[in-house]
């Protein structure tokens, strides 16, 4: 691929993110607020999103800081809660077999739930996916993120009920919109495939917060209900 193409690659990335910024940004102001009433500064807010870049993480590290939990406990829950970017990079992988290593981590480093559900949709349409895309992609999102971050930790004083403007539902809102675009791309024989995978998800997660905390429950059904779907769909 010539280096013009790239380029205009890297602006589809871009460009292709837009329609998620707006969850980015109101999620991202929240988790500033949220580092705010953490008693986090700005400066802290900021370096927080640069390297931990999870929005769960980050609202459950606050939520920590704020019970006096120990370092150990924050590192091992933020470990578990993010595990599954592993299985979204190592998902994203053979896609980019002919890129050099440096470039697929860049790419593993960067991927959000978001940014795997975008390129998903695009994989189901039978469109290819180039490193140049991707990079766009995820730059301008973590970009975004970080700017929001640091916003949110500005104006924290400002707005100490992050839920009054409905900040804290923004995460699920752009979670179901992105579940929804893809349904569209989905063949109807498989609606009802996923329909049943969802309601396993449900059950192992209900079951399992019954023997473990409900982070680890939320990751233990997501690895299970996901093995069981990679096999059934095949």
């Not at 013009?4 to 993110?17: H, M, S």
């Not at 800081?65 to 590192?75: E, P, R």
């Not at 329909?195 to 429950?217: D, E, H, K, P, Q």
Request: glycine share 8%.
């Amino acid at each position: 691929m010539s280096e013009e193409a790239g380029n205009i690659t890297f602006k589809q990335g871009v460009r292709d993110c837009i329609p998620t910024l707006l969850g980015y940004i109101s999620i991202g102001i929240a988790a500033g607020v949220a580092g705010v009433a953490a008693n986090l500064s700005v400066l802290e807010i900021t370096l927080l999103a640069i390297f931990v870049y999870a929005g769960a993480a980050q609202f459950i590290i606050c939520a920590m800081l704020l019970t006096n939990s120990t370092t150990l406990a924050i590192v091992v829950t933020t470990f578990i809660v993010n595990f599954r970017h592993l299985l979204l990079g190592a998902t994203l992988a053979p896609h980019f077999q002919k890129d050099a290593m440096l470039k697929n981590i860049g790419i593993s480093l960067l991927v959000t739930d978001e940014s795997f559900g975008v390129a998903a949709m695009k994989l189901a349409k039978k469109e290819p996916i180039y490193a140049a895309w991707m990079n766009g992609l995820n730059i301008t999102a973590y970009i975004v993120w970080i700017a929001s971050c640091t916003l949110g930790g500005l104006v924290g004083k400002l707005i100490p009920n992050p839920n009054v403007l409905g900040l804290d539902f923004a995460l699920t809102a752009m979670f179901v919109a992105l579940f929804v675009f893809q349904l569209q791309s989905v063949p109807k024989t498989k609606i009802r495939h996923i329909v049943m995978l969802i309601t396993y998800m449900l059950i192992c997660m209900i079951g399992l917060s019954f023997i473990v905390t409900t982070n680890v429950a939320v990751v233990l059904s997501t690895l299970i209900v996901a093995t069981i779907g990679v096999v059934t769909d095949r």
